[in-house]
């Protein structure tokens, strides 16, 4: 009978700490959607500022990043 009531009073208390974990998990997520949240309205904003400052300063590919792109694209031949 004692065996029986401290086998029950464990498993009380292991649905309880079952309980708090899963609150704490629920807490967890909460934070994790409000971040993804944040992260994305940044992203917007960011994106936006970029798009208003390319139009600004009418940006496009510089002649010299043209250039530096095809010097890239050639293989380097090592002199032996």
Same mark, same amino acid.
């Given at each position: 009978r004692?065996? +029986?009531? $401290?086998?029950?009073?464990? %498993? #009380?208390? !292991? #649905? =309880? $700490? /079952?309980?708090?974990?899963m609150? !704490? /998990?629920? !807490?967890?997520?909460? @934070?994790?959607?409000? %971040?993804?949240?944040? +992260? *994305? #309205?940044?992203k917007?904003? $960011?994106? %936006?500022?970029? !798009?208003? %400052? +390319?139009e600004?300063?009418?940006i496009?590919? *510089?002649?010299? @990043?043209?250039?530096?792109? =095809?010097?890239?694209e050639?293989?380097i #031949?090592?002199?032996?």
């Open positions: 004692v065996r +029986a009531q $401290m086998e029950e009073e464990n %498993l #009380v208390c !292991r #649905v =309880e $700490m /079952l309980e708090t974990m609150d !704490r /998990l629920h !807490r967890k997520q909460e @934070e994790i959607s409000d %971040l993804q949240k944040t +992260a *994305s #309205v940044k917007d904003s $960011m994106d %936006l500022v970029v !798009r208003t %400052l +390319a600004k300063f009418s496009g590919k *510089s002649h010299e @990043e043209e250039e530096w792109e =095809e010097h890239e050639t293989p #031949v090592s002199e032996k």
